[in-house]
């Protein structure tokens, strides 16, 4: 009980401060409690070794992680109910040289509470192109907030689509998605979960990351298929996603087709100490004469009063 109090008391803590990522670091005869918060690392607290290894076998424990294993990485995840409410904790493991565990918490919280989307146009230049389709990819550093705005666009689409995540491991537990999880020692990576998913007939797909070509090749025929993929890359610019998905082994050709905008976003600091989201949208023009054509068939039955508005924002683009 008294160990439950102690980790209740330096979660709680650090979600009243919106602290980003705490820090479980070995130190020679103890551990530091650190907190990251706007960039910034603060010391919290030190714990003596033998509490320190109780308190990472719970908290592994509540991840759904291996207790036995103190070497080998490993990430887990949970749902923290306290006073703040509930609050997704993605967890992350390693054993440094010595047999040394070094925990790793991220906090993901509700959009609304870690950056100012409204009257941002460049968020509205996003949403414009929810309905386009195809693929959006989002690049930024860790900790940018690209799942938060990944699973804010797709939630403003229930429940006229049905939205399909695939992630390692799930960031955000949200009932009105299917969600997998990539489990690589069960033979369930990215790309086989993806092409298996394919059958459960989603309208979206949420791919936690880009990181292999066979992953990048199944997402691309996703977006072709007509299928709207909300993606993360690694890329230091929203220029840079077209650059890594050729990296990836995809084509000109399809990447014209494929990918309908690219997005590299940043959480700036304040002097209110609220992060501001900072975002650069790419738009890919896909400048294609059948899809004119199609654009205007659909203009017309909107003008003739055939289909509604929201039934010609949907279908517009194909």
């Not at 990251?36 to 509490?51: G, I, M």
């Not at 192109?129 to 860790?142: D, E, K, Q, V």
């Not at 938060?148 to 955000?172: C, F, N």
Request: one cysteine or more.
């Amino acid at each position: 009980m008294e160990l439950e109090q102690r980790m209740n008391g330096i979660i709680e803590n650090a979600i009243s401060s919106k602290v980003s990522d705490l820090f479980l670091m070995p130190k020679l005869d103890h551990y530091q409690v650190l907190y990251r918060c706007s960039d910034k690392y603060v010391d919290y607290e030190e714990l003596s070794r033998e509490d320190s290894v109780k308190l990472i076998s719970l908290i592994k424990y509540r991840a759904n992680m291996l207790i036995s294993e103190h070497r080998r990485p490993q990430n887990g995840s949970m749902v923290w109910e306290g006073e703040k409410g509930k609050i997704n904790l993605r967890v992350a493991s390693v054993g440094d040289f010595l047999d040394r565990e070094a925990v790793v918490i991220r906090f993901i919280y509700e959009a609304d509470t870690i950056s100012v989307i409204r009257n941002n146009s460049e968020w509205e230049k996003i949403k414009g192109c929810l309905y386009r389709r195809g693929m959006i990819a989002f690049a930024g550093p860790m900790g940018s907030g690209k799942t938060t705005s990944i699973y804010k666009l797709a939630k403003s689409l229930i429940p006229e689509w049905r939205v399909l995540s695939i992630e390692d491991p799930v960031e955000i537990d949200d009932d009105d998605f299917l969600q997998l999880q990539v489990n690589e020692e069960a033979g369930m990576d990215y790309s086989n979960l993806l092409k298996s998913s394919l059958r459960h007939r989603p309208d979206v797909f949420i791919i936690g990351e880009i990181r292999d070509a066979k992953t990048a090749e199944i997402a691309v025929q996703a977006a072709l298929s007509g299928h709207l993929v909300l993606t993360t890359v690694h890329a230091q610019s929203a220029e840079g996603v077209k650059n890594r998905l050729r990296e990836l082994g995809i084509g000109d050709s399809f990447l014209e087709q494929a990918l309908t905008a690219s997005v590299y976003q940043r959480l700036v600091p304040t002097i209110t100490g609220k992060p501001r989201l900072i975002l650069d949208v790419e738009i890919n023009k896909k400048t294609n004469l059948n899809q004119n054509k199609w654009s205007k068939k659909i203009q017309e039955l909107f003008e003739n009063g055939e289909i509604t508005k929201e039934v010609f924002e949907e279908f517009k683009f194909g």
